[in-house]
T-cell receptor
Framework: DAKTTQPPSMDCAEGRAANLPCNHS???????VYWYRQIHSQGPQYIIH???NNETNEMASLIITEDRKSSTLILPHATLRDTAVYYC????????????FGTGTRLKVLA | DGGITQSPKYLFRKEGQNVTLSCEQN?????MYWYRQDPGQGLRLIYY???????QKGDIAEGYSVSREKKESFPLTVTSAQKNPTAFYLC??????????????FGPGTRLTVL
């Protein structure tokens, strides 16, 4: 049922940009892409969302391809505290509030 | 401070006993959700509720029950019919700002261990 595909793990050097990819080839035209992260044994934390245009907030940037079939979350200057599992999510169907969380990408920021 | 609270953080129960996990939110959100997470796995949806007195089954509802009598509260009961209840349980809430926009806010979770 998962509608997104992410690499299982990635490493990033502290201070460098972390680029986390996500494929969502079955996304429909009016579905948003959401990114959350989960630090060990805590509830997931919302990071950013987008529809068509690139988005930026104080935590990250989201780049969505023109065909909307993939996106990349960018943490511009990764710190050790960014070590977490990152989930890329789209909603299942229209008119519902049901989301599918896959297994995400385990990002490890290295000192 | 507005937020979602789950209690307790750790819960131990004997096999065969029903147990109810609490979830309360003061964000005035319409929708609430329960997820289960097993070690090294992603979140799986158990039940969700879009409005008071209404709820729908998620992907793994068997062995669980919920109620939504108040907007602020969405308790989850893990029954003895649930074969492998030991897991990390997460509650979330959201308010739809439009048909396709639905940011979810999560509680801190309850870790249930059945002995």
């Amino acid at each position: 049922d998962a509608k997104t595909t992410q690499p299982p793990s990635m490493d990033c050097a502290e201070g460098r940009a972390a680029n986390l990819p996500c494929n969502h080839s079955t996304i429909s035209g009016n579905e948003y892409v959401y990114w959350y992260r989960q630090i060990h044994s805590q509830g997931p934390q919302y990071i950013i969302h987008g529809l068509k245009n690139n988005e930026t907030n104080e935590m990250a940037s989201l780049i969505i391809t023109e065909d909307r079939k993939s996106s990349t979350l960018i943490l511009p200057h990764a710190t050790l505290r960014d070590t977490a599992v990152y989930y890329c999510i789209v909603r299942v169907g229209s008119g519902t509030y049901k989301y599918i969380f896959g297994t995400g990408t385990r990002l490890k920021v290295l000192a | 401070d507005g937020g979602i609270t789950q209690s307790p953080k750790y819960l131990f129960r004997k096999e065969g006993q029903n147990v109810t996990l609490s979830c309360e939110q003061n964000l005035n959100h319409d929708a609430m959700y329960w997820y289960r997470q097993d070690p090294g796995q992603g979140l799986r949806l158990i039940y969700y509720s879009q409005i008071v007195n209404d709820f729908q089954k998620g992907d793994i509802a068997e062995g669980y029950s919920v109620s939504r009598e108040k907007k602020e509260s969405f308790p989850l009961t893990v029954t003895s019919a649930q074969k492998n209840p030991t897991a990390f349980y997460l509650c979330a809430s959201s308010t739809p700002r439009g048909r396709n926009y639905n940011e979810q806010f999560f509680g801190p979770g309850t870790r249930l261990t059945v002995l």
